[in-house]
């Protein structure tokens, strides 16, 4: 099994700054995905990034990914409110994933 | 919408009951994996079915148990309920080619009495 690690456990910031989230994990991968939970619902799949990609877009979304030191980032840019949630990584590579204990955004109004 | 249901979606049972929870897959995904989430944690990875077969399994007793059927509708059941069984269950299905790639049910929030 496969375990990613979020940090930081939480996070607050008021809406229009920049939300970072770090995830680090121990062994080789074939991709990486981040999910985001609102309070007390199922997982949504935020973006998926592969092992060969260093750098992938979505929307707000900005997803680094660097084989080399184990390590991916999610950004998120220009909060909103409605981006408070928690976000969970997930390296993914023939085996069972693991989640970590996420990250909690909380985003200011 | 993930296109991925279960039921029902609270449940309360008392301490040695047993309990059924039902999850219904993307008409095509072959995979489905359970997960338990206690409250403030990750979700846990209980076991993964896949053409009706047990496909893995997490750190959980054989008291949880599970099975899928060729509708892409799956049950997880769950004896001799234990206090520390309260939680939020989530199902997750994928298609085949898609495995890594997870479609989450919105969970069942289970309180054990």
Redesign the interface.
């Known amino acids: 099994s496969q375990q990613g690690e979020e940090d930081p456990q939480a996070l607050s910031i008021q809406e229009g700054e920049n939300a970072t989230m770090n995830c680090s994990y121990k062994t080789s991968i074939n991709n990486l995905q981040w999910y985001r939970q609102n309070s007390g619902r199922g997982l949504v799949h935020l973006i998926l990034i592969r092992s060969n990609e260093r750098e992938k877009h979505s929307g707000r979304l900005r997803v680094t990914l660097d084989t080399s030191k184990k390590s991916s980032s999610l950004l998120i840019t220009a909060s909103r409110a409605a981006d408070t949630a928690s976000y969970f990584c997930a390296p993914t590579g023939g085996f069972k994933t693991i989640f970590g204990a996420g990250t909690r955004l909380f985003v200011k109004a | 919408e993930?296109g991925?249901t279960q039921s029902p979606t609270h449940l309360i049972k008392t301490r040695g009951q047993q309990v059924t929870l039902r999850c219904s897959s993307q008409s095509g995904h072959n995979t489905v994996?359970w997960?338990q989430q206690a409250l403030?944690?990750?979700?846990?990875?209980i076991f993964?079915y896949y053409r009706e077969e047990e496909n893995?399994r997490?750190n959980f007793p054989p008291r949880f148990s599970g099975l899928q059927f060729p509708n892409y509708s799956s049950e997880l059941n769950v004896n001799a309920l234990e206090l520390d069984d309260s939680a939020?269950y989530?199902c997750?299905s994928a298609p085949w080619d898609e495995e890594?790639?997870?479609?989450?049910?919105?969970?069942t929030?289970l309180l054990v009495l």
């Open positions: 993930t991925v994996s997960y403030g944690q990750g979700p846990q990875f993964q893995g997490g939020l989530l997750a890594e790639t997870q479609y989450f049910g919105p969970g929030r």
